[in-house]
């Protein structure tokens, strides 16, 4: 790939839009399951029966869960809150991804003992969101599903080779991150990246 810089460990807001649904997700999912681990495209199964007109939850794919869960972590550390995602996990191995920080039994077990209605989620997640979003770049000017898949096509024509790796599901995570502002190699790193921690998680 070419030398460009590297921005695909940014948070967008692409991300934080899902983010901020898989987070009302998971704190539904603890309350109904005691904590129980979910696997991704379950998770995403329950946030899309939970916000059924929402366009980025619709769009979304389980490769490109990593940076929304990311931001679920930061706002319950944040708030000192147990770590909701810690419940997202691979659904070959049902656990979370190797790069996984912390001891996860422990985490899954505060998950589960936590007032979670007593905590005032939806309140502080909107605050939380609002933070997150003054961080991200303002050279992250976001596209219309059209023009980023027009924007996608160009790239890959003349990078065929680096991307050979490229899914379905792949293809669609670039585009929703080519939506939130990234350019293109900076999202197939990001995809490529997430594909090889979800295979080292599977292992």
């Not at 934080?16 to 495209?41: E, F, M, S, T, W």
């Not at 505060?110 to 991200?136: H, I, K, M, S, T």
Request: charged residues 25%.
């Amino acid at each position: 790939m070419e030398d460009s810089i590297d921005t695909s460990n940014q948070l967008t807001h692409g991300d934080i839009d899902v983010g901020l649904k898989l987070a009302d997700a998971l704190v539904r999912h603890a309350g109904a399951r005691q904590g129980a681990p979910i696997a991704y495209a379950d998770l995403l199964t329950l946030t899309r029966l939970l916000h059924p007109k929402d366009a980025a939850v619709d769009r979304a794919v389980p490769v490109g869960l990593g940076m929304k869960l990311r931001f679920v972590q930061d706002f319950c550390r944040a708030n000192g809150f147990p770590n909701l995602a810690c419940l997202a996990v691979n659904p070959v191995s049902m656990r979370p991804g190797k790069d996984y920080e912390g001891d996860w039994e422990a985490d899954l077990r505060a998950v589960a003992g936590f007032d979670w209605p007593g905590a005032n989620v939806q309140e502080r997640l909107a605050a939380c969101a609002l933070e997150a979003r003054a961080a991200v770049p303002k050279r992250f000017k976001p596209r219309k599903e059209r023009p980023a898949d027009v924007t996608w096509y160009a790239w890959f024509s003349g990078h065929r080779e680096a991307c050979k790796e490229v899914t379905g599901d792949d293809k669609k995570e670039i585009i929703n991150l080519l939506m939130s502002g990234l350019d293109p190699e900076n999202a197939l790193r990001r995809v490529l990246a997430a594909k090889a921690e979800f295979a080292g998680a599977a292992a």
